[in-house]
């Protein structure tokens, strides 16, 4: 699914947090999202998401605005993921009995992503009883198992360990790979951005400073702001 951003803004009170004239996302591509804290990253993720609504501007999903088709087709997980009072199982199985999927595909899918995952162990388990990145691995099975054709990640990996991040980030380029699934990825991790993003948008101050190539935005950032940015940040 590709993405197309025309004019979109936020305000809360008298305080614009978001300022875009025009940002375009295509089709099967990874793209990161970088900047500072305060930057409009997570509200700009949120609005296309459709949990928040701009204060002004269009989003456009494959030429369409959101619809409940293209809603079903997309998902967001975010920093600190919710999950439903349930077993593990359960929880990831939520968003294919919404679709109305038969029970012996629901049982298919779910046993096949949490092998995948590495969490078949724990899918009789409560999910107030997981450790964080337990809760980061089941969210983030909960989104791939329906197969979106866009996945929204607010810093996905966030606080947890190396193994966990490794098996995330492998699931992140697996359905990418395999189904052309659109990934949008806000990430602090210069690092992983490299590892998993083949687009990068700097953001500062609410606006989209800068949007390039991993390779380009990276090691050869053409903004003062971006610069900066990615050198405190492979310094830290």
Not at 131 to 145: C, H, N, P, T
Request: net charge positive; hydrophobic share 40%; proline share 4%.
């Amino acid at each position: 699914m590709n993405v197309q951003i025309r004019n979109l803004s936020k305000v809360y009170g008298d305080r614009k947090v978001l300022d875009i004239d025009t940002l375009n996302i295509a089709q099967g591509t990874i793209v990161g999202i970088i900047g500072p804290n305060g930057a409009g990253k997570s509200t700009l993720i949120k609005i296309m998401a459709g949990s928040e609504s701009p204060t002004q501007g269009d989003i456009f999903f494959d030429g369409l605005p959101p619809n409940k088709v293209t809603t079903m087709d997309m998902t967001l997980v975010f920093q600190k993921p919710y999950l439903l009072s349930t077993r593990v199982f359960h929880d990831v199985a939520y968003p294919l009995r919404l679709r109305k999927m038969k029970k012996e595909i629901i049982q298919t899918k779910v046993q096949t992503i949490l092998e995948e995952m590495d969490l078949w162990f724990l899918r009789n388990q409560k999910t107030g009883t997981l450790s964080g990145g337990e809760i980061q691995k089941v969210s983030l099975a909960r989104a791939l198992v329906f197969q979106p054709k866009l996945l929204f990640l607010d810093e996905p990996t966030a606080n947890i360990d190396p193994t966990s991040i490794f098996v995330m980030e492998k699931m992140i380029k697996k359905i990418n790979k395999e189904n052309k699934t659109t990934v949008i990825i806000i990430t602090h991790n210069i690092v992983q951005a490299k590892r998993l993003c083949q687009d990068i948008v700097f953001m500062d101050q609410g606006r989209i400073v800068e949007k390039g190539s991993r390779d380009t935005i990276i090691n050869n950032p053409q903004e003062t702001a971006t610069k900066n940015f990615i050198k405190g940040e492979l310094i830290i």
